[in-house]
Structure formats: structure tokens, C-alpha cells
């Protein structure tokens, strides 16, 4: 029976110190201690044994068991450790390794010339304010004296939220000429970039969602040679010293009287090309004195005070400035277009 237990005993320490993970060593467990284990059926014979002898095997078994139950304890912490120094090998994370830089983008080439016209503006003493984009009609048209005949306030041109035509997307930034007079004080030097919306399909230079930038002065004695003195020099901080301009008469409901200021040509010199349409002139902005009416209606005396506005796109100034084709590139943000800027 010792000779019996002797060669359990190596066998199952063999197979305890081989095993290979925690399953086979329970099964281990069960085959040699467990309760129809080996060690018991050895256990068994003792019967056979003669009455002194059979303490001194109890003993040697009790032994035997706790021998082999400190060696699955021992090897399985030694199997835990292991998997857990593998699984800390795996998930390891270098933090030396340089990492992946994340793409950083740039101003938008519309925005560069936003910021342009703001400082030139800036630095002439204007100062810069923002409006709201969902807009009164009131604001949007009846206050700029346009009439309620005017074809620009029907609902196939404006987006309308009530059926009324009371609320709507501001279809041009002259309602801040609106806003302005009737909340500051006087004088009045401000621009007012922002978004319009008008009900165009889009093609190449129609979306209906565009920019425009609004500016007026309001003051004492200021005139038309003002607002031509002033737009001149605007543009010569944008095209360019020598720039020639042309103030052609227009119509707007709200000036009076009004204009539209052309530049000539900056790629033929007025002969004639592509770029303007065979034209020799490029339209830039409308403008005009702001109307007796409209001053009026804003609780302005037009006996004392006189002022002048004008209103531009801004994608179209973006698109002649970076030679741009098509304004669908500017609001798709393609980064292989942006990045060219
Ligand atoms: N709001 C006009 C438009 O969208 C542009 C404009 C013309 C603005 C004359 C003005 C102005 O301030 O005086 O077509």
C-alpha cells in the first residue's frame, strides 16, 4: 500500500506540475483526491491491513492528500499568474510610440475674405453686428419700403413660416439697416455679414443659402460722395490700388437714389473675357442713400440726418478673389477643394 500511494504520488505531482491550465486541474484533482479518486480506492484496502499498520498508512494518506492539495494550489496561482502576465503582454500599449496626428483643417477661403472686409471695415471705425436669420416680414420688406406687390415676397421666391407671411429666412441683410437704426445710437458705422435664403435651385452660382454683407452709415450731412469715397477705397484694399470702379444707377425700394458699383475687369482690363462675361465689368455691390422713408419709419429725422447702406455677396467676391468656377465648391467642403487655399 505505501509501495501504492508512493507511485500516486509521483504520477500525480507529474501531472499537477504539467498541466496546463485550470480545467485540466481540477480534473486532476477530482481523479486523485476526489471522492471515487485514487487515493481513496487505495484508502479502501485498508481492511487488508493488520491493526498497527493501519494508522501509519491513515497517516501517510493524510500526508499524501495534503501534499498534492498544496500542489494544485501552488500551480494553480502559477497558471493564473501566467495568463494574467500574458494578457498584460498582449493588451500592452506602447505610449513612447509617436501617435497618428489628426488632420487639422483651415479657415474656409470665403471666411478668409470675410475676415478682410471685417478689418477694412474695422479700421475705418465700423463696427461689425449679427442679426437674426429667421426674420419678420416687417423687417425683411415693409420697413425697406417694399411694397406688398413686390415680387420678391412671393412664396415662390422666400421661404415662409406662417401662413400669414409674417415670419420668414431673411431674403438679404438690409434688415439689419432696420434693426440698427432702431436700437443705437446715432451716428450709425456698421457692417452686418450673414446668411440670406432665397428659393433658388442650385446650379453654378445659385444656392439657396448664400452670404451677403450689409453696411451703413447714418449721420449728419453724410452724402453720396461719402458712400462713393469710401466703396472706392474698400475696393481698392481688396482689388488692388488703381482699380477702376463705375457707380451705375438702379433701382432699390430703400435707397434713394441707388446704384450699383461694377469694377472694371481685373483679367482684361475692361476688353472683355470669361471671367466677365464679355462684360469689361464685374458687379460688385448694390448700394445707395438710405430713403427719407425708411430713415423715417426708424423714428429718424431725414431733415437732420442722411446716411448710406450697400449690400454684397459674399460668395461671389470669394469666387472672383480664388478664381473659384463654381459656388457649389464652396459650401460642399470637399477638403480636396479647401485644402487648395
Ligand atoms: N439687399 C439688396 C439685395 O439683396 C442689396 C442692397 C442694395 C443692399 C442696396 C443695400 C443697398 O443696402 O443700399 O439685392
Redesign the pocket.
Known amino acids: 500500500m505505501r509501495e501504492m500511494m508512493q507511485n500516486m504520488r509521483e504520477a500525480a505531482l507529474k501531472a499537477i506540475l504539467e498541466s496546463e491550465d485550470v480545467d485540466s486541474l481540477e480534473s486532476l484533482r477530482v481523479r486523485y483526491l476526489g471522492k471515487k479518486g485514487e487515493l481513496t480506492g487505495i484508502l479502501r484496502q485498508m481492511g487488508k491491513l493488520s491493526a498497527e499498520e493501519r494508522p501509519r498508512m491513515g497517516q501517510l494518506a493524510n500526508q499524501l492528500r495534503a501534499e498534492l492539495e498544496t500542489a494544485l494550489e501552488q500551480r494553480r496561482a502559477a497558471l493564473k499568474e501566467a495568463l494574467l502576465e500574458a494578457r498584460l503582454r498582449e493588451e500592452a500599449l506602447d505610449v513612447t510610440l509617436p501617435g497618428t496626428p489628426a488632420v487639422l483643417g483651415h479657415k474656409h477661403p470665403m471666411y478668409n475674405v470675410l475676415d478682410q472686409i471685417k478689418s477694412i471695415f474695422l479700421s475705418m471705425g465700423f463696427e461689425i453686428v449679427d442679426g437674426p436669420e429667421v426674420e419678420l416680414a416687417e423687417y425683411n420688406f415693409t420697413k425697406l419700403n417694399i411694397e406688398e406687390s413686390h415680387p420678391s415676397r412671393d412664396w415662390t421666391d422666400t421661404f415662409y413660416f406662417t401662413p400669414d407671411s409674417r415670419v420668414l429666412l431673411r431674403?438679404?441683410?438690409?434688415p439689419m439697416?432696420i434693426h440698427a437704426m432702431e436700437t443705437k445710437p446715432l451716428p450709425i458705422r456698421m457692417i452686418a455679414p450673414g446668411r440670406?435664403y432665397r428659393k433658388d435651385e442650385v446650379d453654378a452660382t445659385h444656392s439657396p443659402m448664400f452670404h451677403?454683407i450689409?453696411?451703413?452709415v447714418i449721420d449728419k450731412g453724410v452724402t453720396m460722395s461719402d458712400l462713393k469715397a469710401t466703396l472706392n477705397l474698400v475696393v481698392e484694399k481688396i482689388y488692388g490700388k488703381g482699380t477702376v470702379t463705375r457707380f451705375r444707377p438702379h433701382h432699390?425700394p430703400?435707397?434713394e437714389p441707388?446704384c450699383e458699383l461694377d469694377i472694371q475687369c481685373h483679367k482684361c482690363g475692361g476688353r472683355g473675357c470669361p471671367t466677365c462675361k464679355g462684360e469689361g465689368w464685374i458687379e460688385v455691390?448694390?448700394?445707395?442713400m438710405?430713403h427719407p422713408k425708411v430713415l423715417a419709419g426708424c423714428g429718424i429725422d431725414p431733415d437732420v440726418y442722411s446716411g448710406?447702406?450697400?449690400?454684397?455677396g459674399l460668395e461671389r467676391l470669394a469666387m472672383g478673389e480664388y478664381k473659384i468656377t463654381d459656388l457649389r465648391l464652396i459650401f460642399e467642403n470637399d477638403v480636396r477643394f479647401l485644402e487648395q487655399f
Open positions: 431674403t438679404q441683410t438690409s439697416q440670406v451677403q450689409e453696411g451703413m432699390f430703400f435707397t441707388s455691390l448694390g448700394a445707395g438710405v448710406w447702406a450697400f449690400g454684397m
